[in-house]
């Protein structure tokens, strides 16, 4: 799929990867082999019925292929950009057993993007409405996958979002480069010509509690995300221009950072920038800071490069950007200058031992390894958490043991009568489609449960 080049789009906040022009994507798609047992719709979490959607695209027919994905993905552009499908429907296809698998991903997106450029969005058939009202709390893609198979099965959804803009950490989270925002509105807008309300600044558990909203609602549906970010709890974290991946992320995408003086929002330019993290969050940072103009930004990580969670994709974008990583390499202390500001990072380098609980070879510190990095900002990206403000507010409502509301797995039912949860509220920071597929899920049970009642 073309890209802008690594110099231009260092510069720029503007999509990297450009998308497949017509001819491109039928040339991909007619290599499906179109398989009677299509492995490929079992790793895909939603069960998108890829071949069909995908013939569609080699006759020609792009209208037909994206409304084959919209029967069971109300987020196809998104989807089709940040899915990790080389885990999933990709390494599935048994393409990929002696070659390339088919681009799912790219062939999704393409359809997505063809119906935004036609603007012929369709709408499927809805079911008459049943009375039942529904709250969703959180328009993350949790909230807003349940919101659109609810909407669709005839009931009334109302989302309550704490922010003042939809769509969670596609929003506030994901660059625009990577995603651009008015995709993310786009896909908003369709759920709510589904008849969807959205309601943003509203707190669930301070602007009303749950248990007040069952005075208007029949059901609701927890999708607050995992915001609250993990620090690595060495000296020097309250330095002034150390930030979690979190606050730097938010202020410049939600609040529009990257395009100061327009917006007046407060952002850090700083020469030397350390990331702390291997996954997508550590990416985006890094690659964020490069297009704030930083001389030179670390990736700091410390298992080695085969250990890296963040989508391979990602990483050899931000190794094309020119971003520096440092493996094997462990933050023990922030040091600031006179006036409270980072100046650098003292780290130590590891080597690789036994493999821990994860499966992983676990990093061991090598003695007498200690060096220093210059730094003038810091962005901590090691992993994120539930807020504990819907449990704290929300008599009976279990947690696990990292703050996590539990759910079962089959149905999304929580402990507390007629409250469902799913996405990284549940499960810990995972990724947009898992989050998507256990919404799914609870919308068929919350269904179920409003259609039994009288
Ligand atoms: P969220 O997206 O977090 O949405 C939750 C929403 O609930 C938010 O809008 C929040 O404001 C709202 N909320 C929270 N508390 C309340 C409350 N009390 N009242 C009202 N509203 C509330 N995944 C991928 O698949 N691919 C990627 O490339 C990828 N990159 C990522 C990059 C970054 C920087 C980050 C942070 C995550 C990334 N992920 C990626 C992970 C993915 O975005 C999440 O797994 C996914 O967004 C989870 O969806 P969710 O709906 O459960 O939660």
Redesign the pocket.
């Known amino acids: 799929m073309p890209k802008q080049s690594p110099t231009d789009r260092v510069r720029n906040f503007d999509e990297v990867a450009l998308g497949y022009p017509e001819d491109l994507a039928q040339e991909e798609a007619s290599r499906c082999l179109g398989c009677k047992k299509p492995f490929c719709v079992d790793g895909c979490p939603v069960g998108i019925d890829i071949p069909a959607f995908v013939d569609c695209i080699v006759k020609g027919d792009f209208a037909g292929g994206i409304r084959k994905i919209k029967e069971t993905n109300a987020l196809p552009a998104v989807c089709g950009r940040?899915?990790?499908q080389e885990e999933q429907c990709e390494l599935k296809c048994v393409l990929g057993k002696k070659g390339k698998p088919l681009a799912i991903g790219r062939l999704e997106r393409f359809l997505a993007d063809w119906e935004a450029a036609s603007g012929a969005i369709e709408t499927p058939e809805m079911a008459s409405p049943t009375g039942k009202k529904v709250a969703i709390?959180?328009?993350?893609?949790?909230?807003?996958t349940v919101s659109n198979d609810l909407a669709l099965l005839g009931h009334k959804v109302v989302i309550?979002?704490?922010?003042h803009d939809?769509?969670?950490?596609?929003?506030?989270?994901?660059p625009e480069f990577?995603l651009p925002k008015a995709i993310v509105r786009r896909e908003v807008e369709y759920v709510k010509s589904l008849g969807v309300e959205l309601k943003t600044d509203?707190?669930?558990?301070?602007t009303k509690t749950i248990d007040r909203l069952f005075n208007d609602f029949d059901a609701i549906f927890v999708?607050?995300?995992?915001?609250l970010p993990w620090f690595l709890e060495i000296p020097g974290e309250n330095l002034n221009g150390v930030y979690s991946?979190?606050e730097y992320?938010t202020r410049c995408n939600l609040m529009k950072g990257f395009r100061f003086p327009e917006y007046d929002t407060p952002i850090k330019r700083p020469s030397n920038v350390v990331v702390f993290g291997g996954g997508?969050?550590a990416m985006?940072?890094a690659r964020t800071a490069l297009r704030l103009g930083a001389d030179e930004v670390h990736i700091v990580y410390r298992r080695s490069r085969q250990e890296l969670p963040a989508?391979l994709e990602?990483v050899e974008n931000a190794e094309e950007e020119g971003v520096i990583f440092d493996f094997l390499t462990l933050p023990t202390k922030l040091v600031g200058n006179e006036h409270g500001w980072l100046k650098e990072v003292e780290c130590l380098r590891m080597e690789l031992g036994e493999p821990d609980s994860s499966g992983r070879r676990r990093p061991v510190p090598i003695e007498g390894s200690e060096f220093k990095m210059k730094a003038d900002a810091a962005v901590c990206s090691i992993g994120?958490s539930p807020?504990p403000?819907?449990p704290m507010s929300t008599p009976g409502l279990d947690v696990g043991r990292k703050g996590n509301i539990e759910a079962d797995e089959k149905t999304g039912k929580t402990s507390r009568d007629a409250i469902w949860a799913?996405?990284?509220?549940v499960t810990g920071?995972?990724?947009?489609?898992?989050?998507m597929g256990a919404?799914r899920t609870a919308a068929q049970d919350m269904h179920k449960f409003l259609m039994e009642q009288c």
């Not at 309550?160 to 922010?163: G, T």
């Open positions: 940040v899915c990790p709390v959180g328009a993350g893609p949790a909230g807003i309550f979002e704490a922010l939809a769509g969670g950490v596609l929003t506030y989270g994901i990577r509203f707190i669930v558990g301070k999708g607050a995300g995992a915001g991946a979190n992320l997508n969050v985006d940072s989508r990602e994120n807020n403000l819907i799913g996405g990284d509220v920071a995972a990724t947009v489609i898992s989050a919404a």
